[in-house]
Every structure is written in C-alpha cells, then in structure tokens.
C-alpha cells in the first residue's frame, strides 16, 4: 500500500530517463502539492539546464513518454514547464479500500534496525522538570512510532543515580528512617527531601563528615552502603515511575540504565584512551583535547575524563554509554533525546568515541534536541514563588483543568467516566503541547491555551476523534466493525476527495517522522486531517444520504477515526470515547 504521490513517482522517474537519456537515471521528479490540481512535477524545470533544453520542452517530452491513464484524469504542462497531476477518483477510492483493508493503515514495515533511545533520564533525589517531561514524551513518541515502523527499539533511562551527593543523601535516609514520613518524600516530593539533606550537610560538621565518609564507603562497593543506595534509589525510581504511568509513557524499570551501570568500565576507558594517545594529564586532570574545540579566550578545551581527585565525570559515563550501545547492544541507529544545551558535550563524546574505535561509521548517531519550556515571561519555567515546578502538581493541574472544561460540557457524565476522560484530555494536552512544536524549539508553557479545544492542540484532536465516534453511536454500530474496512467507497464530493487524500498520506508522514525523528510532523498531519473530516462532515451530510453513499461515508468515516487513533496512539496520546 503507497500514497498516490509513491506510487506515481517511480514512473515519472521512469519516463524522466526515457526522455533525457540514461544519465538522468533515478532523478528526483520533484513532486509538489499543486493550487490547481492534485500535484505537479517540478522536474523540467529543475533538469532543464542539465538536459541544455527548454524546460517546456522537457515537461511535454515527459508527458509524452509517460503513462499515467490508470492513474490520472488529466496530465498537462502548464507555464513554465510544470506537469500538472489530477488523480483519478477510482484510482484513489481503490488505494483508499486497500489502505482500509490493510491493518497497519498503509504504514510500511522498514528494514528493522536495532535503535537505542535515550530519553527521559531524571536524577534522584531531584524533581523531574518540564525539561525532563520534554524529553520524556518526545522520547517515548520516537519509541512508540519506530517500534511501529518496526525497528528493535531498546529504550534507555540514563537516569543520574550517582556522584558525590549521594553520600549525603544516604546518610540522610540513614538517620530519617527508610519508614520515616521524611523518607516517603522521596516519592512525592524529592527535592523536599534533597533539601533536607542538604540542611544537614551545610549546617552539621558532623553529619558533613559521616557523609564524605560514605561517599568513599559508596566508591569502593561497601555492601551495607551500597544496599542504602539501592535502597534510595528504589524510593527514586517509584517516583518516576507515578510520573509515568501518570503520563501513559512506556518506560518500565526494566529500562533503566542510570550513570552507575557503568562504573565498573570507568578506568578501562580512562585507560583506553591514555593508551591510544588520545589522553593527557593537564592540571592533574585527564583531558581529551579535539582539534577544533576551543573555550573562551581561545582556550582548548578539555573532555574531561578523569578529574583531578581521581573521580569520572559526566563524559566519562557518556563514552561508555556509546561504546556499549554500539558494542553490546549492536546498535544500528543510536538517539540522544536530550537538552539542546548538551550538544557540545555530545558532539565532544562521539567525536572522542570515534577517535577512540568505539564508534564506527557505520552507525548513525544523534541528538535529537530538545528546546526549553518558558514560563510566560520567557525565562525557564518556575512556579510564582520561583521555586522549580513540581511536575506531577503540573499535572494534576491539567487533569483539573480538564475536569473542570468537562463538568460544565458534560454534565450527565458518571464520575468514574469523568475522571477517566479528564485524565486522558489533560495529560494528552499536556504531551501535545511538546510534541507538536519542532522538538528543539523553545515554546512557552500555557496550560489555559493547550486546554482549548480550538486550534491545533490535543483536545482539538481528541475531540475530533469523539465526533466520529458519535456518529457511530448514534447508529448503534461498531466503526471497528470490518464490514466498514471492506465496504466500497466512492469519491464523488470535493470535501470526500480531500479527505481521502489525505488519509492517504498517513503512512508516508509516519515513515518520515521515522526518519527525520520529527513527531510534530504526525502532529500537524493529525491536525489537517481532524480539519479535512470536518470540511467533509460539513459538506457531505453521513447519516442523511442515501445508500450507497451513506455506507461509503460511514466508511470513510470509520477510516478516518482509526487513522486519527492510531496516529495519536503512535506519539502516546489517549483517545477518549466522549468527550
Ligand atoms: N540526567 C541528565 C540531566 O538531567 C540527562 C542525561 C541524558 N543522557 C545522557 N546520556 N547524557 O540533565
């Protein structure tokens, strides 16, 4: 199953070589949304100076060579040498019944590659911020949408879970009790808890010591110090995981893979690197110097793999994390969903991993950047009082909010069926918020605007899904109910042509969201479609018409709100039955 554009674009190619000679094999035909027909094909024009001929010339030397009567209504040069396309109505309704047919809704199967996804990676002990949400749900949108595409996705939580605080924090969890309502914070409230330790550590010289004392205890594997960790690292990770589930992504604790999973490969790397040259002492400190990289006043500037103390630091970790993606989980296509503001330390690390043969070629590795959220002042978002934002009240919030839209729409609703759609109408506005911008784009957070159900936000799409539903209901039938997935439907009407192209497209936007890694793309398709079904639901009265064209609405109908499902699902949003 192709797209109309997909399955036309090898015979342009075709006739292209045909016209202008074998050396224009495998040209692109440049194919572009037209204003006055389906597409048009650039290539004349772009291939005209080339081929030392009138671009006009070229583009009905194309036409002539080409055969597109399956296809196409109409065919014609027009100005310059554009070819103008018009699909034929059959010709889609047949490629609309196959993708209806078809389960996986005309997404193609890629050659599977084995992708690492490091997303989400929160520290202990601390808060998770927006910037961790941002990252989190774009992550788990990229996860969900190749696992779909079918790639062996292994989802990697980074989490910080390691370095010199944790002696403080442990002594901390020592002194409180693991039972103590202090320790629960750690599951409700982790920066309360942070704070509280470090209350202790600047205020009591005592306690400051018995903490440097359990780092040393921690570094060198002591059993009892390293149980305590495990111990405030499992009240950590229960917190994460409350977010979590709270956001529907997929992460389990079986995807952990926090900064101590590679301790034990610090020194090895350190010594790596020595011994390939590739490392020196400076200040004391083991330093990788790349050409190219320089600090302020033209400095070199250092990776520093082993700091002067003798410790490792953040980039001695983030070589191991490339050597045993690549190494150990054979890794194909590796992703660094993280902060815009770490890209020099990433490019510092592949750069150093590659010099080092850890990183061949071969594998294609990459940050996909995530931009900062803003408050509305523009600067990075805190709450009124200028703490850090918890991010579990933010979404609680949201679900309010969304509680509190649907009480005054719907009434009549049980509370159980409330609470279930507040939930999934809040949480889904929240992640459509930071998946439908570029992912490494700033945007500011506005909970009031991501609520509304106009414009190109989750609820909009939501709700667009429930209006579909509707109908079905108020017929009493299934829209999952095959008999529509098989029923012959015809294009007669201008907004049921529209909307059939469009969902057309669907599995061509999600291959490329695969490739380019850019979710906001399914996003923006999701929202043209939901504004093409409401064009068609406009225009083309459903239920009303007669047969056979109320079943062949019924069944674009039932078509479109599984392409909306399914691509909403793809970057992790709920689709609510009512809304
Ligand atoms: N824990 C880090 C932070 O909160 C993010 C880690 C990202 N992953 C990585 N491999 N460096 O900023």
């Excluded at 296809?71 to 889609?92: H, K, M, Y």
């Excluded at 079943?551 to 599984?562: D, E, M, N, V, Y």
Aim: proline share 6%; net charge negative.
């Amino acid at each position: 199953m192709v797209s109309p554009v997909d399955a036309v674009t090898p015979l342009i190619t075709q006739a292209i070589e045909a016209t202008l000679g074998a050396e224009f094999a495998g040209a692109d035909p440049v194919l572009r949304p037209s204003q006055y027909a389906d597409v048009q094909v650039n290539a004349a024009l772009a291939l005209a100076k080339r081929a030392k001929r009138p671009p006009r010339e070229v583009a009905t030397a194309i036409v002539a060579a080409l055969d597109l009567s399956e296809q196409c209504s109409a065919v014609e040069v027009s100005g310059p040498g554009f070819i103008n396309l018009t699909f034929r109505d059959s010709w889609l309704a047949r490629l609309l019944a196959q993708q209806a047919a078809d389960e996986r809704l005309g997404v193609p199967t890629q050659p599977r590659q084995i992708v690492p996804i490091d997303y989400s990676a929160p520290n202990v002990a601390k808060e998770m911020h927006v910037g961790h949400l941002r990252t989190t749900v774009v992550g788990d949108a990229l996860a969900r949408t190749l696992e779909f595409l079918g790639h062996d996705v292994i989802r990697q939580n980074h989490i910080g879970d390691w370095g010199t605080p944790f002696g403080m924090l442990i002594e901390h969890l020592l002194e409180v009790g693991e039972d103590s309502p202090q320790a629960a914070l750690l599951e409700t409230d982790p920066n309360a808890f942070y704070q509280g330790a470090r209350t202790k550590f600047d205020g009591d010289p005592e306690f400051a010591t018995r903490a440097r004392a359990r780092v040393v205890a921690l570094q060198s594997g002591d059993p009892a110090t390293l149980e305590r960790w495990q111990r405030l690292i499992g009240l950590s990770t229960a917190y994460f995981n409350r977010i979590y589930t709270a956001l529907d992504v997929t992460l389990t604790d079986a995807d952990l893979a926090g900064e101590s999973t590679y301790n034990d490969e610090l020194a090895a790397i350190c010594d790596e690197l020595e011994e390939r040259g590739l490392a020196q002492i400076s200040d004391g400190a083991l330093c990788v110097f790349l050409p190219g990289y320089t600090g302020r006043e033209g400095k070199p500037l250092p990776l520093i793999v082993r700091k002067s103390d003798g410790g490792y630091g953040y980039g001695t970790t983030d070589l191991a994390t490339v050597r045993h993606r690549v190494r150990d989980l054979h890794a194909d296509r590796i992703l660094y969903v993280i902060g815009a503001p770490q890209a020099l330390h990433l490019r510092m690390v592949w750069e150093t991993a590659r010099l080092a043969g850890w990183l061949p070629d071969d594998v294609e590795i990459v940050h996909v950047q995530i931009g900062n959220v803003l408050g509305e002042d523009r600067k990075i978002l805190r709450t009124r009082s200028g703490a850090p934002l918890r991010l579990m009240a933010l979404i609680e919030e949201a679900i309010a909010k969304a509680g509190a839209h649907l009480d005054a729409a719907r009434p009549d609703l049980a509370p159980a069926e409330r609470d279930l759609i507040a939930a999934q109408v809040g949480v889904g506005a929240i992640k459509y918020a930071d998946l439908s911008v570029a992912h490494d784009s700033e945007y500011v957070f506005d909970l009031d605007r991501m609520l509304s159900l106009t414009g190109n936000t989750g609820p909009y799409l939501q709700y667009a899904a429930t209006r579909v539903r509707s109908i079905f209901r108020s017929i009493e039938a299934d829209p999952a109910d095959p008999a529509f997935a098989q029923a012959a439907i015809d294009l007669a009407e201008p907004g049921e042509r529209a909307l059939a192209a469009h969902l057309l497209d669907f599995g061509t936007v999600v291959a490329a969201v695969g490739d380019e890694l850019e979710p906001h793309r399914l996003c923006t398709y999701l929202f043209e479609l939901a504004q093409a079904f409401s064009a068609f639901y406009e225009n083309c009265p459903v239920l009303k018409a007669d047969e056979p064209t109320r079943t062949s609405r019924l069944a674009l109908c039932a078509l479109t709100l599984r392409v909306m499902e399914r691509g909403l699902n793809l970057v992790g949003i709920r689709s609510p039955q009512q809304m």
